[in-house]
């Protein structure tokens, strides 16, 4: 079976989430090669790739690739590309990775496919627009199919693959050195996951009401292990910070669970968190637009249900 490229997401040399969803994804339709760009490699990392079902591990850990802004990742691929052939190359759908998508398929005349929501024979990519009302199957036509996946879109099984490794040197243009990444700020990380990789996420709106009250919504997010999100409509009010918007303007997220209190559900919402898996709502308006959407509804003061429920989830832990 043909290679899947499947670049690798990693921090401090940890192997994130979303990368065990791709290589599971690309089991399914070839044989997944992991690309590891940027120092930090260890056998642990390797063994982790081999672990969901790596074939191949290729490693470019020079400090170069990560020195300058994306560039040099793409230029890694496109390289990947011409030596290996491979059938398609999967990347995660972060900020990053959709900017690395576009510049590979402009360097090798290939089809790019961003936001795929699920991955099928023939590389026919899900997506899910319009607030969640369309779906579209699309399939690159030309070149090497390049798909930006959203994260959650998969889950990860493990299924042990060769893990071979192979050193790739990369030569990178004057143009991918344009950009140099002269400092780096590590943000302060609370306890909670971050927002587009969390399986669950707990988002809260203008119901929630102030921003001492949202202690009420990082109060169940906590007792599940989960995120929390925000609606513009909270942001916009000083309640939560711009970085936990979800939405349009916002994050995209994709969890297992998306949990909604005091939202209404505005299209610019949904354009954020309509691919959860599964949508509950707590609004006390039954003719919420967001019950249109969601797969379990509570109507009544997020006040009374929230807490209620954080209580039941507690105690059953
Ligand atoms: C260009 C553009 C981009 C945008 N981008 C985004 C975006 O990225 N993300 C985003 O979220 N919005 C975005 N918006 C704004 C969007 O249109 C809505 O205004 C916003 O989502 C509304 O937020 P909300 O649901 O919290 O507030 P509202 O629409 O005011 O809804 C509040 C809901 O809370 C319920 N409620 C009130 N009190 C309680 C209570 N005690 N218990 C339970 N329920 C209660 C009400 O019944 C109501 O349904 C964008 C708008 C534009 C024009």
Redesign the pocket.
């Known amino acids: 079976m043909s290679e899947i490229l499947v670049l690798v997401e990693h921090v401090d040399g940890e192997v994130k989430k979303v990368t065990l969803e791709l290589l599971t994804l690309a089991r399914s339709l070839g044989t997944p090669a992991a690309v590891w760009a940027g120092p930090g490699h260890s056998a642990a990392a390797s063994a982790k790739l081999a672990e969901y079902g790596a074939d191949k591990i290729y490693v470019a850990d020079s400090a170069d690739i990560v020195d300058y802004v994306v560039a040099p990742k793409a230029e890694l691929l496109a390289q990947l590309v011409s030596s290996a052939s491979p059938a398609a190359v999967l990347v995660a759908a972060t900020a990053e990775g959709k900017e690395i998508a576009g510049r590979l398929a402009v360097k090798t005349d290939s089809g790019v496919i961003t936001d795929a929501v699920g991955l099928g024979e023939g590389f026919i990519a899900d997506q899910s627009i319009f607030g969640g009302g369309v779906n579209v199957h699309s399939r690159v036509t030309k070149g090497t199919p390049i798909v930006a996946v959203r994260p959650n879109s998969t889950a990860p099984v493990a299924s042990a693959g060769a893990g071979t490794e192979e050193q790739v040197s990369v030569s990178l243009s004057d143009a991918a050195r344009a950009a140099k990444i002269v400092d780096r700020v590590k943000q302060e990380k609370g306890a909670r996951p971050e927002l587009t990789e969390a399986a669950i996420v707990v988002s809260g ?3 929630v ?1 102030s921003a001492e009250n949202f202690s009420v919504i990082e109060g169940l997010a906590d007792s599940l292990g989960a995120a929390v999100g925000a ?4 942001t916009d009010a000083g309640w939560y910070p711009h970085q936990f ?6 994050k995209t997220v994709s969890p297992q669970l998306y949990i909604a ?4 559900g ?1 299209i ?2 949904r354009a ?1 968190m309509q691919t959860a898996k599964t949508i509950v709502a ?4 039954p003719e ?1 637009p967001i019950f249109e959407l969601a797969d379990y509804g509570v109507v009544g ?3 009374q249900v929230v807490p209620q429920l954080t209580d039941e989830v507690t105690k059953r832990k």
């Not at 707590?282 to 308006?285: E, G, L, T």
């Open positions: 709106g203008r119901g009401g609606s513009r409509a909270a918007q979800v939405g349009q303007t916002g209190a005091g939202i209404s505005a610019q919402h954020g707590v609004n006390k308006d919420a003061d997020l006040h």
